[in-house]
């Protein structure tokens, strides 16, 4: 509706509008955290998180809204029809913007359980955030350090613990959790630095994963592999949606078995950690394909910079436990 308009002021307009429906859903759902935190009753509790989902999908719904007033966007999408609103889901997922948080919860709002993330300890005590992701019971975990690990090998087990207990809650409610496994936003920079095998892609982190799958594998239904792909964004990605000149995302979305990780041998055999990470990476080589294919599908073909590497023949398998 929007697009007409010259790119600074669609910017400006889509910038108020987003932060009018950030403030307004954050500020509805540390209400009801206030009421969830001076009412600890179980059953009363479920019902209000259930309540700040549904406002977490208003947020996500309008998010949808504002995109289309600012610019024409066309969706290409494949693998919804395997996913279940009544299911437990570990979602992977590449990391191109920090438009990514939003594009996937307006575009899954309807077909999974609302995304919910891992957060530092500390973020619980952030003024509103804080309220709000606990109202929305997003899990928070305390990380020790690898020098405290090495003094007190004993804490070890501690994280995992506590990670457990609060995963607890979600036996009780349909539950879906993102974990960006590259651990930052995609650059080219930061793909030359790491020396990644890989064209459009980071090196895949596969302790996140494990340690979620460690400590609550056996509730998943099912890991999904999301493939974001911006094919005709500028450089900066976030300024260039909501400026208007985004015009189609695709996203892939693959539905995989849930590998069991056994979280004693993991944290202690090296071995059985090098089998995990090598089912990552070829999870990963197989996306790096997938990328290239959809950008030469939609774009004029662009030769790579540098090649990526080979991946290893066998298809991707869990590892044994």
């Not at 109202?135 to 804490?155: E, G, H, Q, Y």
């Not at 459009?200 to 400590?215: C, D, E, N, Q, V």
């Not at 290239?292 to 991707?316: D, M």
Request: aromatic share 10%; hydrophobic share 45%.
């Amino acid at each position: 509706m929007f697009s007409f308009l010259p790119g600074p002021i669609v910017f400006l307009l889509s910038l108020s509008l987003l932060i009018i429906n950030t403030v307004l859903w954050s500020c509805l759902i540390s209400l009801g955290g206030i009421v969830k935190f001076l009412l600890p009753i179980k059953p009363l509790q479920l019902g209000i998180t259930a309540l700040m989902n549904r406002c977490m999908w208003a947020w996500a719904s309008c998010n949808g809204g504002i995109l289309f007033l600012i610019a024409k966007i066309e969706w290409d999408v494949q693998g919804l029809d395997e996913l279940d609103k009544h299911g437990w889901y570990l979602l992977i997922s590449n990391h191109l913007s920090g438009f990514d948080i939003a594009a996937q919860t307006y575009l899954l709002r309807n077909h999974i359980p609302m995304l919910k993330f891992f957060l530092k300890k500390e973020l619980l005590y952030v003024p509103l955030m804080g309220l709000g992701c606990w109202a929305l019971d997003m899990p928070f975990m305390n990380r020790t350090s690898p020098a405290k690990l090495k003094k007190n090998p004993k804490l070890r087990g501690k994280d995992l613990a506590t990670t457990r207990r609060a995963c607890e809650k979600f036996k009780h409610m349909p539950t879906s959790i993102i974990n960006y496994v590259e651990g930052s936003r995609f650059t080219e920079d930061k793909r030359r630095r790491q020396n990644s095998p890989y064209r459009y892609l980071l090196r895949p982190k596969a302790g996140g994963i494990a340690f979620t799958l460690s400590a609550m594998g056996e509730q998943f239904t099912k890991v999904l592999d999301i493939t974001l792909v911006y094919p005709d964004a500028p450089k900066d990605i976030l300024f260039g949606v909501m400026s208007g000149k985004v015009n189609k995302i695709v996203v892939r979305i693959q539905a995989l078995p849930v590998p069991r990780v056994d979280d004693k041998r993991y944290f202690s055999d090296p071995e059985y950690r090098v089998d995990f990470q090598r089912w990552l990476n070829q999870l990963w080589a197989d996306k790096d394909r997938l990328i290239h294919q959809i950008l030469q599908q939609h774009t004029a073909p662009v030769p790579a910079t540098e090649p990526a590497a080979e991946p290893e023949k066998q298809p991707a398998k869990a590892p044994k436990e």
